[in-house]
């Protein structure tokens, strides 16, 4: 018998939907309130369409945004309620409305409540999960059907030359690298796989629990792979991803093939894995887990609340961070217009997305005023953002445009240079994640950034991703007969 690539008989109708597998009538109910949007044409689908593939795209080609009904912007929101009459709470007409204090209080509270699991049942901890403590902005999602390790919790480095305390003193050589006497670090290398991925992950994959999938996958440049094969371990489903062969770094394969994926490497690059998952997903019923899922992106907006939360609900002036295929980009930005929309932050902080110069498509076109989309054949050795053709530049251009923010490009040179400096002061971060840091340097140097600007960066990635790139090789340190003698000699030469 023949079958095609598809292992479906030629002509054979599929018939089976993932969404007809959808667990119980209390998830499409808990989704009711979600909807998609389209950020091209503004059309509008439903979260969940039973009987039907879930959705990543507008029929029109564009990709889509999240908007639950108390995020809906005012002038298509009339009908729908708001936060507070969708959460409950009491308001006050002779006052300012409360939803940005009593959300406040609700996050402070949980993120204060030591983690301590029940000995008798698998209770969640998530309340101790850097996303699900923002749930109400994140997903409503059944608790019972939330897959997390937790993640979130990551530090926020106090690294500038004025707010870097005395025990910090090899930290503060990223504040003088930088030039700014307030900026901090927000190591998203510290989530359970070492990168920000699992904020999204979290979140997708408790969307395929809640879909019924089977089965998982994406395109990666290999920390979305290493995320989605440990939370499709943890869930119980099949991961499946796909990589441009000889251009992912060695941590991220092996966890990737050690949580248990099944691992296929492209002969092209990302773009091209990127373009295969897609179709592969749609042919194949399989759930969608690139960022292109905008499920995803609620997840990663956590890292914007968490940031918010850090420093007491008073925001940056700037947040720096590195861009790719600009999901975070997108989920950072929503995430400081949703707190401002309800009044948890006063401002929104300037953006700057920093890409590498050889894999700048984002930069060419913010230099033209984002006149044209741009794609380029990409090269960096940042291999995590090695990317050309960007699937959330919509979104992403939205929040350079809304924030008076700016994009940026770096030379690995330059990226290398700033992961030195990062990794000696002791804190380390895999090479894409050290964008940042040059940006930084780039817009101090310009006199874009002011020196008395309080300036929040993130690092995306975990050192131990790529023990390669960037580290002094061949000097595995002096060797010595386990004498006192020769040590001596060594330490006091
Ligand atoms: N930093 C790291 C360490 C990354 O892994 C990525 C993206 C980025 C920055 C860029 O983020 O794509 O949201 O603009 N990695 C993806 C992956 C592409 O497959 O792991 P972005």
Redesign the pocket.
């Known amino acids: 018998m023949k079958t095609n690539s598809t292992g479906h008989q030629p002509g054979q109708v599929k018939n089976s939907h993932l969404t007809n597998n959808v667990q119980a009538a209390e998830a499409v109910e808990a989704l009711s309130t979600v909807s998609l949007r389209c950020v091209e044409c503004a059309a509008l689908y439903p979260g969940i369409e039973v009987g039907a593939s879930p959705r990543y795209r507008c029929d029109c080609g564009g990709v889509l945004d999240v908007e639950t009904k108390f995020s809906r912007p005012r002038s298509q929101s009339q009908t729908t309620p708001s936060l507070n009459e969708y959460l409950n709470f009491e308001t006050d007409s002779d006052q300012v409305p409360p939803a940005g204090a009593k959300l406040r209080q609700i996050f402070d509270e949980r993120a204060s409540i030591p983690p301590i699991w029940s000995t008798s049942a698998d209770k969640l901890l998530l309340d101790h999960s850097g996303v699900w403590r923002y749930r109400e902005l994140i997903l409503p999602a059944p608790e019972q059907y939330i897959v997390s390790r937790p993640e979130g919790n990551t530090t926020l480095y106090p690294v500038g030359m004025e707010n870097c305390g005395p025990s910090r003193v090899g930290h503060r050589q990223i504040g003088i690298y930088a030039g700014l006497e307030r900026l901090f670090l927000k190591h998203e290398g510290e989530n359970p796989t070492g990168?920000?991925?699992d904020r999204g992950m979290t979140v997708g994959v408790t969307m395929a629990r809640l879909l019924g999938a089977q089965a998982v996958a994406?395109?990666?440049?290999?920390?979305?792979?290493a995320s989605l094969a440990s939370y499709a371990a943890q869930a119980g489903m099949r991961g499946i991803v796909f990589l441009p062969a000889g251009n992912v770094a060695g941590g991220k394969l092996a966890q990737t093939l050690a949580y248990g994926a099944t691992t296929i490497q492209i002969d092209g690059d990302?773009d091209a894995a990127m373009q295969l998952v897609e179709q592969v997903c749609a042919e194949l019923d399989i759930y969608l887990l690139n960022?292109l899922n905008p499920f995803r992106v609620e997840g990663q907006k956590a890292i914007g609340f968490e940031i918010l939360q850090q420093l007491d609900w008073q925001p940056p002036d700037w947040l720096v961070l590195?861009?790719?295929?600009?999901?975070?980009?997108s989920a950072i930005g929503k995430a400081f217009r949703q707190a401002y929309e309800l009044s948890l932050i006063s401002h929104i902080p300037r953006f700057a997305s920093i890409q590498a110069e050889g894999a700048n498509p984002f930069y060419r076109s913010f230099k033209q005023g984002f006149a044209r989309r741009e794609h380029v054949q990409a090269h960096t050795v940042a291999s995590?953002?090695k990317?050309g053709n960007?699937v959330?530049y919509t979104r992403a251009r939205r929040v350079i445009e809304e924030s008076d923010g700016i994009v940026e490009e770096v030379t690995d040179e330059e990226i290398l240079a700033a992961k030195r400096v990062i990794d000696c002061a002791g804190i380390g971060c895999?090479p894409?994640?050290a964008a940042t840091l040059a940006g930084i340097r780039k817009l101090v140097g310009r006199g874009v950034i002011k020196r008395d600007e309080r300036v929040v960066g993130i690092l995306?990635?975990n050192l131990l991703?790529d023990s390669i790139t960037g580290i002094p090789q061949g000097n595995d340190g002096t060797m010595v007969e386990a004498t006192i003698d020769a040590v001596r000699k060594v330490l006091l030469a």
Not at 218 to 225: I, K, L, Q, V
Not at 322 to 329: E, I, Q, Y
């Open positions: 990168s920000f991925k994406c395109a990666s440049t290999g920390n979305t792979s990302f960022s590195p861009a790719g295929n600009l999901g975070n980009t995590a953002i990317i960007p959330s895999e894409a994640s995306t990635g991703k």
